[in-house]
């Protein structure tokens, strides 16, 4: 993977929401969801996001792909004629071409898909409103894809509400493949499914990266899936990433101690291993007013006075794996 | 404690089904349970196997339409002194007799705490409430009590929270408050309907310590319905594994994760992704969907989904539970075939 083509490279995103006070509406301050993300991907690779709910994983997923307009950054995309564009600079046209290249994959199968359009309106919305494909044609793709994700062509003329969770899922799945993407962000998409039942998500969606050679950045809370799923793992905390790494390594090697945290307190399937827990106190930071120096300090046991004055830099440990925090070297 | 090991509470072929339009709706067909003094009981199944009802039926607040039959015998224990042991299922849902049950000897915490707690009532009228009815008519020794268990479960500040609303605090917040207020009663049992589902990792490892040790100074039994297999593998000490409104296996927490004889527990653990498993390669997952479960077929449950299932032997009668060994019964015919043939 270390020598593909880099197809989307991130720098210094920001996504800051003005929060507004007082009866003129004033910005009294602001929620910084996405502060200073860097981030990039090679082709075909599985990127995982993981961090605790309100961290800012969903708004950086959809910073990247200008559903939420970002507040400032570049998000550099490599378009189909291998050129890297920069998708923030460009205008309501473009941009809609550029859709076409990247997709979402939303969380919750039951409020996600339309009630009143039947799956094949569904499939062929996108082709529709990019004016792709119609007629004979159109028809022809929905059936294919439909057969893509692992659903009967005969469930086309059915409604949403006849079908299950994990079949809503493969839906959502081939709504988002019909233009054909080469990018999709997966947004918590195996979260609301049965672990039988997710199990199968995950199998299709690595089926479709090996057929159609699709990068996703894979956004999830749990850490199994994101182990299973992931080449490299970014953590997110309070609106920064704080450990870039492979999954290998950072599973087997974490450094900042709030990865470190979050490991130690995932539940083991195993009644036999016995982890040492180091349980994190307190909650994730407010992000409207969020502590001085590095965010993670208040919760942090190995916190020093510097980390309490001074905002961390990024330090590389060893090839390809960026920790921001102080004693990163020294615990 | 001299106590333990006592029967706290037993299920007998426990049913609740529900008569609709369509057919019969067996959300709990045929369950056999006892739960001891300072154990935990874990529930596992995928979601719309009938953990839920299971739970709602104990305490008798499942939906009118449903009809329960079989016992639930419930041992008091010794602060309801000079009771025989009560069949809940044969009590008035809105008798004197269940509601000094509900809170009070058994209590409940529920998933979702934003929908269970009452939104225009204080954190601490609310808990209030339930140790008014329950333990004390003073109302300052009631406050005192309640300041009491809001520290013990960890809440911060508990003379000002005592005063706020539901929506004022965080999720992990306000599921302390569930907890305090389930524990406010110091009940014998203590039904935990999915109590970190909703929360983050690190907060669900704060809870799940925090019920552990409640569980230790207060010598209550537990049962925790869950469908995370390692939240079982953390709390429990017995499993019952549910599919489809019946108990399909039923052993101590090792066996289950260890020696696992039902093709659904097997393929249940098989379908996690875990830390075992290299990375990168497929999980094995269970073929199919929970089939709908109105009028289901003759036979075993699991039949359509099971990669051992033979036809004539798998669907042609309903399963019984089989013992292997003592305290491990497993609800398949093949894996009895083959046990009771080994022991010939």
């Given at each position: 993977?270390?020598?593909?083509?880099?197809?989307?490279?991130?720098?210094?995103?920001?996504?800051?929401?003005?929060?507004?006070?007082?009866?003129?509406?004033?910005?009294?301050?602001?929620?910084?969801?996405?502060?200073?993300?860097?981030?990039?991907m090679y082709e075909g690779e599985t990127i995982g996001l993981v961090g605790e709910s309100g961290c800012g994983k969903t708004t950086l997923g959809r910073c990247i792909l200008r559903v939420i307009e970002p507040t400032s950054g570049s998000t550099l995309f490599r378009d189909r004629k291998g050129k890297m564009v920069d998708v923030n600079a460009l205008d309501v046209k473009e941009m809609r071409t550029m859709w076409r290249d990247m997709q979402l994959i939303f969380q919750d199968p039951y409020s996600s898909l339309?009630?009143?359009?039947?799956?094949?309106?569904?499939?062929?919305?996108?082709?529709?409103?990019?004016?792709?494909?119609?007629?004979?044609?159109?028809?022809?793709?929905?059936?294919?894809?439909?057969?893509?994700?692992?659903?009967?062509?005969r469930y086309?003329?059915?409604?949403?509400?006849a079908f299950s969770g994990g079949q809503r899922q493969r839906i959502g799945i081939a709504r988002a493949l019909a233009t054909n993407p080469r990018f999709i962000v997966c947004d918590e998409a195996v979260s609301a499914l049965d672990?039988?039942?997710?199990?199968?998500?995950?199998?299709?969606?690595?089926?479709?990266?090996?057929?159609?050679?699709?990068?996703?950045?894979?956004?999830?809370?749990?850490?199994g899936v994101i182990q299973h799923i992931s080449d490299r793992v970014y953590v997110m905390y309070v609106g920064k990433i704080v450990e870039v790494s492979s999954a290998k390594d950072i599973f087997a090697n974490p450094k900042h101690p709030y990865t470190r945290a979050l490991l130690s307190a995932r539940p083991t399937p195993d009644p036999r291993v016995k982890l040492k827990r180091t349980t994190l106190?307190?909650?994730?930071?407010?992000?409207?007013?969020?502590?001085?120096?590095?965010?993670?300090?208040?919760?942090?046991?190995?916190?020093?006075?510097?980390?309490?004055?001074?905002?961390?830099?990024?330090?590389?440990?060893?090839?390809?794996?960026?920790?921001?925090?102080?004693?990163?070297?020294?615990? | 404690m001299s106590k333990n090991g006592k029967k706290i509470l037993e299920l007998k072929d426990l049913s609740v089904h529900f008569y609709l339009d369509e057919g019969i709706l067996k959300a709990v067909d045929g369950v056999d349970l006892e739960i001891k003094r300072g154990e935990t009981l874990g529930i596992v199944g995928e979601s719309g196997c009938g953990k839920s009802v299971l739970a709602y039926s104990i305490l008798k607040i499942v939906p009118t339409t449903a009809r329960v039959r079989g016992e639930i015998i419930l041992h008091p224990s010794d602060s309801m002194k000079n009771r025989k042991p009560i069949d809940i299922v044969k009590l008035n849902p809105q008798g004197e007799c269940i509601r000094s049950i509900r809170g009070g000897e058994?209590?409940?915490?529920?998933?979702?705490p934003m929908q269970a707690f009452s939104l225009i009532h204080t954190i601490g009228n609310q808990i209030l409430e339930s140790v008014l009815l329950h333990v004390t008519e003073d109302l300052v020794e009631a406050r005192k009590i309640v300041l009491d268990i809001l520290k013990e479960v960890g809440i911060s500040n508990a003379e000002q929270r005592i005063n706020e609303y539901p929506q004022q605090l965080s999720g992990g917040m306000r599921q302390r408050a569930m907890i305090a207020m389930s524990l406010s009663c110091n009940p014998s049992?203590?039904?935990?309907?999915?109590?970190?589902?909703?929360?983050?990792?690190?907060?669900?490892?704060?809870?799940?310590?925090?019920?552990?040790?409640?569980?230790?100074?207060?010598?209550?039994?537990?049962?925790?319905?869950?469908?995370?297999?390692?939240?079982?593998?953390?709390?429990?000490?017995?499993?019952?594994?549910?599919?489809?409104?019946?108990?399909?296996?039923?052993?101590?927490?090792?066996?289950?994760?260890?020696?696992?004889?039902?093709?659904?527990?097997?393929a249940l653990l098989n379908s996690i992704p875990s830390v075992n498993?290299?990375?990168?390669?497929?999980?094995?997952?269970?073929?199919?969907?929970?089939?709908?479960?109105?009028?289901?077929?003759?036979?075993?449950?699991?039949?359509?989904?099971?990669?051992?299932?033979?036809?004539?032997?798998?669907?042609?009668?309903?399963?019984?539970?089989?013992?292997?060994?003592?305290?491990?019964?497993?609800?398949?015919?093949?894996?009895?075939?083959?046990?009771?043939?080994?022991?010939?």
């Open positions: 993977m270390e020598n593909g083509k880099v197809i989307l490279d991130v720098k210094g995103l920001k996504k800051y929401f003005p929060i507004k006070a007082g009866s003129f509406r004033k910005t009294s301050g602001f929620i910084k969801a996405v502060d200073d993300v860097n981030l990039f339309n009630p009143r359009m039947t799956v094949f309106n569904i499939i062929a919305e996108p082709l529709l409103c990019n004016n792709i494909l119609r007629g004979k044609a159109l028809r022809n793709r929905v059936f294919e894809i439909i057969e893509l994700v692992g659903l009967s062509s086309l003329e059915c409604y949403p509400h672990v039988s039942v997710q199990a199968q998500i995950l199998n299709l969606l690595q089926d479709l990266q090996e057929k159609l050679n699709i990068s996703y950045i894979f956004i999830s809370h749990d850490l106190p307190g909650e994730i930071a407010n992000p409207a007013n969020p502590p001085s120096g590095c965010y993670f300090h208040p919760r942090c046991k190995y916190a020093r006075d510097i980390c309490r004055m001074e905002a961390p830099e990024w330090k590389e440990v060893s090839k390809g794996h960026f920790v921001l925090c102080h004693r990163a070297l020294k615990i | 058994i209590a409940i915490i529920f998933q979702e049992i203590l039904i935990a309907d999915e109590p970190t589902t909703a929360l983050d990792v690190t907060v669900q490892a704060q809870i799940l310590k925090l019920i552990n040790e409640l569980k230790k100074s207060f010598n209550s039994s537990i049962i925790f319905i869950t469908h995370d297999l390692g939240v079982i593998a953390e709390m429990c000490d017995k499993v019952a594994v549910m599919y489809l409104g019946k108990i399909v296996e039923y052993a101590d927490v090792d066996t289950i994760f260890h020696k696992p004889l039902h093709p659904y527990t097997i498993k290299t990375a990168k390669s497929r999980l094995e997952p269970i073929e199919g969907s929970v089939p709908y479960p109105i009028n289901l077929p003759k036979g075993c449950n699991f039949y359509s989904r099971c990669k051992e299932a033979r036809d004539g032997i798998c669907n042609v009668r309903d399963i019984q539970m089989f013992e292997i060994e003592k305290g491990h019964s497993v609800r398949c015919i093949r894996v009895q075939n083959k046990y009771s043939k080994g022991a010939k």
